[in-house]
């Protein structure tokens, strides 16, 4: 479900937005310019995203702001519910959008006090939206109203992740077909920009590919013979599902025999490119390090370290998956029990586990699925990067690529190499060529 909050100044029109997106009287609307909604209210609807599949959205209709002391809900009652209500859904993580409603008569500087009290809240953690009312006689079209104040807006501070501008009026039901296609539009194209990142990491022969496609509950993802490498290159597949969207990024395995040092070096070079473009998009939120059931090879343990002390530094919580139990059936959710010492010992330090099996069993296919989806929710909701070890530091890796001048290039490569040796399990040698590739990238 896609959870939306819905606020703006008394009488913007929040009411008769929801009944727009709902296509229907749901929500409570005022006569005139005053406010009507006194409360929290929540409303369910299902949007159609094409013939055969809709889109449930929660839409969280909020008391109007900037009401006077005899209003309604008095201006200060109202930002306190308000205030309260988006930490409360960012804590639970169930909110994906905020569209912010303004009337569109309303002078741009007038909206900002009411912009900062949300983005104060919410800082990057969920997208802010514009949408515009009262467009009904705006000429020549009312998307016009956006092009003449997009600047204005842009010099005040305000940044919006998108906006639609509208008319709730049935009186001008062209407009009104348009204002609903451009609203349902920009919550479908918000939800999809939230999408989380998961980099899934480990030995070839576990099923990486089959996980993928397990918590997509779909084929994805080709599967092949996983021992068989062809390429260096890491894959990126869209996944979603209970609501949320995530973007899983399948590399290659690092530590396996079959690669050579030219294509282990071009292994470990696009996936340090990878990490890096990942943070300038907000980050990674969750590895998963997939492995066969079976002993915490010394390979596993350096492929361990690459990703979380030396691609990550700590700061992105791990989540390891342990395949290949189809013969352990009726004690597979016991097998973490019998080896979480093992990884408590060697430390191998994970914020969870899931134990599963592929589809030669269907009811504990099915188990494994939900499984897998319920600690991929759990540990990409929001906060969970910032109570995971290490919370939001710089990454070494970009410590590194922030020296500069003099001797800087000698001593990050000596920061470096003895780093990849001791920590990740690599010869001198092979280290320093590491070092190199990684610094040719800064």
Same mark, same amino acid.
């Given at each position: 479900?896609?959870?939306?909050?819905?606020?703006?100044?008394?009488?913007?029109?929040?009411?008769?937005?929801?009944?727009?997106?709902?296509?229907?009287?749901?929500?409570?609307?005022?006569?005139?310019?005053?406010?009507?909604?006194?409360?929290?209210?929540? &409303?369910?609807?299902?949007?159609?995203?094409?013939?055969?599949?809709?889109?449930?959205?929660?839409?969280?209709?909020?008391?109007?702001?900037?009401?006077?002391?005899?209003?309604?809900?008095?201006?200060?009652?109202?930002? /306190?519910?308000?205030?309260?209500?988006?930490?409360?859904?960012?804590?639970?993580?169930?909110?994906?959008?905020?569209?912010?409603?303004?009337?569109?008569?309303?002078?741009?500087?007038?909206?900002?006090?009411?912009?900062?009290?949300?983005?104060?809240?919410?800082?990057?953690?969920?997208?802010?939206?514009?949408?515009?009312?009262?467009?009904?006689?705006?000429?020549?079209? @009312?998307?016009?109203?956006?092009?003449?104040?997009?600047?204005?807006?842009?010099?005040?501070? @305000?940044?919006?992740?998108?906006?639609?501008?509208?008319?709730?009026?049935?009186?001008?039901?062209?407009?009104?077909?348009?204002?609903?296609?451009?609203?349902?539009?920009?919550?479908?194209?918000?939800?999809?920009?939230?999408?989380?990142?998961?980099?899934?990491?480990?030995?070839?022969?576990?099923?990486?590919?089959?996980?993928?496609?397990? @918590?997509?509950?779909?084929?994805?993802?080709?599967?092949?013979?996983?021992?068989?490498? /062809?390429?260096?290159?890491?894959?990126?597949?869209? =996944?979603?599902?209970?609501?949320?969207?995530?973007?899983?990024?399948?590399?290659?395995?690092?530590?396996?025999?079959?690669?050579?040092?030219?294509?282990?070096?071009?292994?470990?070079?696009?996936?340090?490119?990878?990490?890096?473009?990942?943070?300038?998009?907000?980050?990674?939120?969750?590895?998963?390090?997939?492995?066969?059931?079976?002993?915490?090879?010394?390979?596993?343990?350096?492929?361990?370290?690459?990703?979380?002390?030396?691609?990550?530094?700590?700061?992105?919580?791990?989540?390891?998956?342990?395949?290949?139990?189809?013969?352990?059936?009726?004690?597979?959710?016991?097998?973490?029990?019998? &080896?979480?010492?093992?990884?408590?010992?060697?430390?191998?330090?994970?914020?969870? &586990?899931?134990?599963?099996?592929?589809?030669?069993?269907?009811?504990? &296919?099915?188990?494994?699925?939900?499984?897998?989806?319920?600690? =991929?929710?759990?540990?990409?909701?929001? $906060?969970?990067?910032?109570?995971?070890?290490?919370?939001?530091?710089?990454?070494?890796?970009?410590?590194?690529? $922030?020296?500069? $001048?003099?001797?800087?290039?000698?001593?990050?490569?000596?920061?470096?190499?003895?780093?990849?040796?001791?920590?990740?399990? @690599?010869?001198?040698?092979?280290?320093?060529?590491?070092?190199?590739?990684?610094?040719?990238?800064?």
């Amino acid at each position: 479900m896609c959870s939306i909050v819905i606020f703006g100044e008394a009488g913007a029109g929040k009411s008769s937005l929801i009944n727009l997106i709902a296509e229907t009287t749901i929500a409570v609307t005022s006569p005139d310019t005053g406010g009507c909604t006194t409360g929290i209210n929540t &409303h369910e609807i299902l949007i159609p995203k094409n013939q055969n599949e809709t889109l449930k959205v929660k839409l969280v209709d909020t008391p109007g702001l900037d009401e006077g002391p005899r209003g309604t809900v008095p201006d200060k009652e109202a930002r /306190s519910i308000l205030k309260e209500l988006i930490r409360t859904l960012i804590k639970q993580d169930d909110i994906h959008l905020i569209v912010y409603c303004v009337r569109a008569e309303r002078v741009i500087r007038t909206l900002r006090r009411n912009y900062d009290l949300i983005h104060s809240q919410v800082k990057k953690k969920v997208p802010i939206v514009l949408v515009v009312t009262c467009l009904e006689s705006y000429e020549p079209e @009312m998307e016009e109203w956006w092009r003449v104040n997009e600047r204005t807006i842009s010099n005040v501070g @305000m940044k919006f992740a998108g906006h639609a501008c509208v008319t709730t009026e049935s009186k001008v039901m062209e407009r009104r077909n348009q204002s609903y296609d451009a609203v349902c539009k920009l919550i479908e194209q918000c939800r999809l920009s939230v999408r989380k990142n998961i980099v899934l990491f480990g030995q070839s022969g576990a099923d990486k590919s089959s996980l993928v496609n397990l @918590m997509a509950g779909k084929d994805v993802a080709s599967i092949s013979n996983d021992m068989q490498l /062809s390429t260096t290159q890491w894959k990126e597949y869209p =996944v979603e599902f209970g609501g949320n969207s995530y973007r899983v990024f399948d590399t290659v395995g690092l530590r396996e025999p079959q690669l050579g040092i030219p294509q282990f070096l071009d292994a470990v070079e696009n996936t340090y490119k990878l990490v890096q473009d990942l943070e300038k998009q907000g980050g990674i939120d969750l590895l998963l390090f997939c492995m066969r059931a079976g002993g915490l090879t010394a390979a596993l343990q350096n492929n361990y370290r690459l990703f979380h002390e030396f691609f990550c530094n700590k700061k992105v919580p791990i989540v390891v998956v342990i395949t290949h139990l189809e013969n352990e059936v009726e004690e597979m959710n016991t097998w973490w029990k019998k &080896h979480e010492a093992v990884f408590h010992d060697r430390e191998v330090r994970v914020a969870g &586990h899931a134990c599963i099996i592929r589809g030669k069993f269907p009811r504990w &296919h099915e188990e494994s699925r939900t499984t897998v989806r319920n600690v =991929v929710k759990e540990f990409t909701a929001v $906060g969970q990067k910032q109570a995971w070890e290490g919370g939001n530091n710089v990454s070494f890796m970009r410590k590194l690529g $922030g020296l500069f $001048g003099g001797n800087a290039e000698s001593r990050v490569r000596k920061d470096m190499v003895p780093r990849l040796t001791k920590r990740c399990g @690599m010869s001198p040698d092979v280290a320093k060529q590491v070092a190199d590739r990684i610094k040719k990238t800064w």
